[in-house]
């Protein structure tokens, strides 16, 4: 199940990388690129700060799925506008997975409840972060949304449960856990709920 | 007494990154991800860059501080830059500590003069062009003052007098040090010092 | 000949980023940082990947050669354009051999195919990715050009070489190689090849 969840986020990840590089007017390359790296690049950003060889490359069928999907975005094009429901629901699929994903990870590598929460983000939204670095945008996750902050308080909240609760790794917990971050983004997007924000005068 | 210049550096440095978030209209949570980032963000790529897990994440007590800094800097805001003389000065101690201690963990990894030199400034100016390209400026230390080069010529010169005269490790030097590098750095300031620049005519 | 290869793809990497450097008004610290990074910045990301200690900082000379070549060209500034002919030969030079020495690195590390391509591609052009990054600008490779495609298939066609037909290192067969994406990067050049792209009605 965590499988196929994972899969659902990379589709939905790379889809809103090749979108957003057909906006900027990207050649196929440049628009594989970016779906690919919206796709994974939170995981390798993960790894690399965990000091391993990112996981992507032993398990590649992500690397694929991404540039599959990226290619189909580019063909398909506009018209998957029609779908952004779809996409936005995907998404935070994706997201919830993958913060269960950053979250298990980090406890395997002993992080505390400090730094689960940091890996846990950087692999939600680490993806995207270079995804908009790279076509010159400030990062969504900076900006907009109560995004990032689910996975940072999710990740920790994971790691209680974890350290509190549970030892051993249950499948039905872990999906339960994907699902309540899916609801909370999915209430997040409904009520355009975004966090605090104040303006410096000048 | 590093660990307390330290601490002051993280301060100065977090500051800084949530001014520049507030500057740029970012929400609670991106001024903490910019004050935290621009606090840490040098010693981790420096730490990955050693192939190492950064160091923070073992020594979490500089996070919590950077994040403390950034939510304050939030809640006070404007009225910060009344402060900006001591944040300047504060930054200076920073820098200076991050030069040393970057210094020093390039030479407990056996690193030759250049790399020393190199990730002095990754340590000391790191976190602070990752701030900038998150949001969308040019590195400041691409464009502006003797900042970065300070960096480079303190750590080389950091590592001939290890390598030379100094084979232990030593508080009273390690803190003359500093305090030579915080001089140079505010009489950069006060005389405002920059290097010399060109202009491609088109 | 892969050395001396490598110093002219070095040169020819270094002198493009401090130009872009000049373009764009920095100061000499920041035309030696960008004309430093355009031209060891792939290898370093790399290793980064490949959880190494980047081969750089062992091999340093490449470092040497990226500093003069900026400082030259800062000091020389815009008569180089004169030389552009020989700028672009000399970076297609350096591109097919930094896409080979990826490619041999990541064998030795037991990449897979599609491994092998993207450390290959991140040779060629992760240094220029930076460098574009550090200025604001959109990375050249996701809209320009056969560029980054070419060392992506460059890396792939030489990991199935080396798996079906070679078991060792042969210098002719490197030579050739490189020669080969030499030729075909002075083609895409030459006819000012690209790929396809399409635009979002909006």
Redesign the interface.
């Known amino acids: 199940m965590l499988f196929v969840f994972n899969i659902i986020g990379v589709i939905a990840f790379a889809i809103s990388g090749a979108l957003k590089?057909?906006?900027?007017?990207?050649?196929?390359?440049?628009i594989i690129?970016?779906g690919g790296i919206t796709a994974v690049g939170g995981g390798?950003i993960r790894d690399?700060?965990?000091?391993?060889?990112?996981i992507i490359?032993m398990n590649?069928l992500d690397?694929?799925i991404a540039i599959s999907s990226a290619i189909i975005t580019?063909t398909v094009?506009?018209k998957l506008e029609f779908f952004s429901l779809y996409v936005k629901i995907f998404d935070a699929i994706g997201l919830a997975t993958f913060v269960v994903i950053g979250s298990k990870i980090a406890l395997n590598n002993n992080?505390?409840i400090?730094?689960t929460g940091i890996l846990a983000t950087l692999t939600g939204v680490g993806g995207g972060?270079v995804r908009d670095?790279?076509?010159?945008?400030?990062?969504f996750?900076?900006?907009?949304d109560i995004y990032?902050?689910l996975c940072?308080f999710g990740g920790m909240i994971y790691w209680v449960i974890n350290k509190k609760f549970y030892t051993e790794d249950d499948l039905v917990y872990n999906m339960m856990f994907i699902f309540i971050i899916f609801i909370f983004r999915i209430l997040a997007i409904k009520y355009n709920l975004?966090?605090?924000?104040?303006?410096?005068?000048s």
């Open positions: 590089g057909l906006k900027h007017e990207l050649d196929i390359f440049g690129v970016l390798i690399i700060i965990l000091n391993k060889i990112p490359f590649e690397i694929y580019y094009g506009k992080m505390s400090l730094g972060v670095i790279l076509v010159k945008e400030i990062p996750i900076l900006k907009e990032a902050t940072f975004n966090l605090p924000k104040r303006k410096i005068e």
